[in-house]
């Protein structure tokens, strides 16, 4: 008898961690969507591309919108609630505007809230290069290490350095 009710706990805690796992890849592959579409934008910024830029932000808006909140632990719902109408906010900016300069501007503090989410959440599962441009005294995101910089584009694509990196969580 004793053998089966410990034989009843343990499965229980094993189902218990299963369904805490699925949860974690269903939020997990959700804000790494967030951070592909991020990337997005950024790459078209790179290339001075408004209407790129302008399209892939809507997707960005798409990926925050669609981040399953219920699928968070409770701290990471809290941090998700603090920045999620932010990059809502400066998402829907820049998939609305044509002009580049105003895109870049919303970039900055998209860039900026998105890195306190990546950071906060533990949930990427690629490196993250956090990127800083002296002369814009803002940071951006990256895939890569090679420095591309949204702010100036082509005029100043290779200006800014790698300021930390955030390793993927397995």
Known sequence: MKTLKTFFILLTVLVSYSTVKAQDKTAGTAINNVLNAYLDVKNALTTDNNTATKNKAHDLLTAITAVPMDKLTPEQHKLWMTYSEKLEFDSRHISQSDAIDHQREHFTSLSKNLYAVVKGLKL???????????????????????????????????????????????
């Open 124 to 170: 990427n599962t690629n490196t993250v290069y956090e990127q800083y441009c002296p002369m814009k005294k803002a940071t951006w995101l990256s895939e890569t290490n090679a420095i591309k910089n949204p702010y100036y584009g082509k005029q100043m694509l290779t200006c800014g350095k790698t300021t930390e990196t955030l390793p993927p969580v397995k």
